[in-house]
């Protein structure tokens, strides 16, 4: 008598042999819902300043803005805006045939990244057709500088950028 059972099959083995499918798809789908709620966590935190508060009264005086530039553009000397480092002041020089008859202006310091930080002084020429404005107060980076002024009935825009550097 025999009591040994027969050598089993090597077909009729179990395996036991772990698939990582399963989680690879489930963990895809961990750093997929992640990344989308950071992504929107830092979309709903950050600051849209690009856009001015009155931007449609902004829109329709822009036609002109682009006389006002064009303008300007056809004088013969163009203003000039330039950081000096000796008075730690941004220096504006308007050319002579639009200075003497300045009636009013507005000079617009304005930051592409932070509205909080724009600012906006009067138009305030000295004999040389010439306004300093003190940085010490700016914060270094990138500004805008927008000047906008009338003289003898016509108006007149120019703007550039200045990039103020720490310590100027």
């Not at 083995?13 to 690879?24: F, G, S, V």
């Not at 617009?108 to 305030?124: I, M, N, S, V, W």
């Not at 016509?154 to 550039?160: D, G, M, V």
Request: net charge neutral; with cysteine.
């Amino acid at each position: 008598m025999n009591t040994t059972s027969p050598a089993p099959s090597i077909h009729s083995l179990p395996t036991t042999r772990w698939n990582p499918w399963p989680w690879a798809i489930v963990a895809w789908f961990i750093c997929f819902f992640g990344v989308v709620v950071g992504l929107t966590t830092t979309a709903i935190r950050s600051r849209t300043d690009v856009v001015s508060p009155d931007y449609y009264a902004q829109e329709l005086r822009f036609q002109d803005r682009i006389d006002a530039s064009a303008r300007t553009d056809a004088l013969a000397l163009q203003p000039t805006v330039f950081v000096d480092s000796h008075t730690r002041s941004l220096r504006l020089h308007l050319p002579p045939g639009a200075a003497p008859a300045v009636a009013t202006g507005t000079v617009t310091l304005y930051r592409p990244d932070d509205a909080r930080l724009d600012q906006e002084f009067p138009l305030k020429l000295d004999a040389t057709a010439t306004q300093l404005i003190p940085v010490d107060s700016l914060r270094p980076g990138r500004w805008k500088v927008r000047i906008a002024w009338q003289s003898e009935g016509h108006e007149f825009y120019h703007e550039t950028t200045v990039r103020l550097m720490p310590g100027v």
